[in-house]
Nanobody, 120 residues
Framework: QEKLVESGGGLVQPGGSLKLSCATSGFNFDIYAMGWFRRAPGKASELVAAISSNADNSYYIDAVKGRFTISRDNAKNTVYLEMNNLKPEDTAVYYC?????????????WGRGTRVTVSS
């Protein structure tokens, strides 16, 4: 049974930084692309960033390019999202999941997520 445990969220002022972590277990982490999704209040979930299985390719939505960096440690089965210059519109609950080739989430069961609030 796969397990996804997100952490690292919190309350931060605009312009601040956070680093999210997603510790995983129960599946072959190192063969899957991984992604960070977010769900903002009143909005649908969106894929924010993705990283290939060996970390040689990454993807970001335009809204976070240049501010967010996704990385992974295959030895620790963990994926990270470093977020800089945070904006109020980044406020959301952030989740990780393994990815299908289409970019859709692999697992139907999600972790609890980690809440990021950007506010002064």
């Amino acid at each position: 049974q796969e397990k996804l445990v997100e952490s690292g969220g919190g309350l931060v002022q605009p312009g601040g930084s956070l680093k999210l972590s997603c510790a995983t277990s129960g599946f072959n982490f190192d063969i899957y692309a991984m992604g960070w999704f977010r769900r903002a209040p009143g909005k649908a979930s969106e894929l924010v960033a993705a990283i290939s299985s060996n970390a040689d390719n990454s993807y970001y939505i335009d809204a976070v390019k240049g501010r967010f960096t996704i990385s992974r440690d295959n030895a620790k089965n963990t994926v990270y999202l470093e977020m800089n210059n945070l904006k109020p519109e980044d406020t959301a609950v952030y989740y990780c999941n393994a990815l299908l080739s289409s970019g859709s989430p692999l697992f139907g069961s999600w972790g609890r997520g980690t809440r990021v609030t950007v506010s002064s």
